[in-house]
């Protein structure tokens, strides 16, 4: 085993605490100050309990615990060139359970979050189609709806990894994944009223963003499972998620997702955009690139303990995390504590949907000693997650899309967590 590359980038927990409290102070305005001490512990009436709370008119749209104010999306500033072009990371070392919340879902846009008033939303299909229509949103509402839960992997998570361990933080390696619930319209439904023409191969979908970033959809896929969704966990879409409307393309790399998607023309063959030849492909070693690499291949990470969540206790502790794939449920997470020495089954609890995270816990007992955290996923397929040097055999280094690879943490004999990697 040897440990390799000093991360860099990424913050400390404590740093995440420190930086906070001046945020909770100011939030926190309307609930009466309460100091913290051992006046609050038992026998005594800690101060929460002498005072009347706020009411229900103080919150109209509910927000989270003051105290909870450094569970927040960060960016990486050596990461983000310009905001409107860029992306933020999901906390997913403070999240538990399979669904993301809606104000938590990493963002990635190309050209800004579009403004788009609902009044004045309209989806277009044109092109291979017996009659070309344009939608309003109530019209896309009136058609028969359907819930499901998916999760949205950008097609560079962890992409930042494929040289060697950069960033420390599973918020930063992985966290441009989430999981929601959508509410929406099988997409199929909405191109059967269209009527598609017997040469019908191909979508191109296209965002009513500044890029009009746009992608080529293979006519299989689209009549599959793909949705055209108005709601998130029960609420409008976020104007970060595409509001009103966003494609949803399961299992599928998130560039296309389209938000804000205002148009779909129907065509024989691929468009070949600027966002699948230069954009969105993969580099390999011999100077040529994989094109239409879709599908998020199986992988998993241990979201706790990871370097943003260090171990504070000795004895027995719970580890946990995320695994998913686009290609069906994740059968099996197996995790080591040795570095891959002696691999053991963690226990997968939570609902198991088709293309949606799915959370695993292992329970185990620490003495202070060095830890080498990895885990491993298996989906339904059969296929299982690969080794960065397996991938890298494969794909060289060159690219940044597609890392599965499994992560390694390295935990001290302190508890504190950092990013490496065994050879
Ligand atoms: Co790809």
Not at 153 to 162: P, R
Not at 296 to 315: F, W
Request: proline share 6%; charged share 20%.
């Amino acid at each position: 085993m040897s440990t390799s590359r000093k991360p860099q980038g990424g913050t400390t927990r404590r740093g995440f605490l420190s930086a906070a409290g001046g945020a909770a102070l100011a939030a926190g305005a309307i609930r009466p100050a309460v100091s913290a001490g051992p006046e609050n512990l038992p026998p005594n009436v800690p101060g929460w309990s002498r005072y009347l709370g706020s009411g229900v008119d103080a919150y109209p749209y509910g927000q989270p615990s003051s105290f909870e104010s450094h569970v927040v999306r960060r960016n990486v500033a050596w990461l983000t060139a310009s905001v409107e072009s860029s992306v933020n990371f999901t906390p997913l070392h403070e999240l538990d359970g399979i669904i993301t919340p809606n104000g938590l879902c990493f963002e990635r846009h190309h050209a800004g979050i579009a403004e788009v008033d609902p009044s004045d939303y309209r989806l277009m299909i044109n092109g291979l189609v017996d009659k070309p229509m344009i939608f309003t949103l109530d019209d896309i509402k009136r058609f028969p709806r359907t819930n499901k839960i998916f999760f949205l992997e950008c097609a560079a998570n962890s992409g930042m990894e494929w040289r060697g361990a950069q960033l420390n933080g599973c918020q930063f390696t992985h966290g441009m994944v989430h999981c929601v619930m959508y509410t929406g319209v099988p997409l199929k439904l909405i191109l059967e009223e269209a009527g598609l023409k017997t040469n019908a191969k191909w979508l191109m979908v296209e965002g009513a963003d500044a890029a009009g970033m746009n992608r080529s959809v293979p006519l299989d896929k689209a009549l599959d499972d793909c949705m055209v969704a108005f709601k998130m966990n029960g609420e409008a879409l976020r104007p970060e998620q595409g509001y009103p409307l966003r494609l949803v393309v399961p299992g599928w790399e998130g560039n296309m997702w389209i938000k804000w998607l205002r148009r779909i023309e129907v065509g024989d063959q691929p468009w070949h955009t600027r966002e699948e030849t230069s954009k969105y492909t993969d580099l390999l070693e011999n100077g040529k690139s994989r094109r239409f690499t879709w599908a998020m291949d199986c992988k998993s990470v241990i979201t706790s303990p990871s370097p943003q969540a260090p171990l504070l206790h000795k004895g027995h502790n719970i580890l946990s995390g995320i695994a998913w794939s686009g290609r069906g449920t994740v059968d099996r997470v197996d995790v080591t504590l040795d570095g891959g020495r002696n691999w053991r089954p963690a226990r997968i609890d939570g609902p198991s949907f088709d293309k949606a995270v799915h959370r695993f816990y292992f329970e185990f007992d620490w003495q202070g000693e060095s830890l080498l955290l990895q885990s491993r996923a298996i989906d339904s397929t059969g296929y299982v997650q690969p080794t960065k040097d397996e991938l890298r055999a494969v794909r060289g280094t060159n690219s940044i899309y597609h890392n599965n690879g499994i992560q390694t943490w390295h935990v001290r004999g302190n508890g504190e967590v950092e990013n490496v990697e065994v050879s």
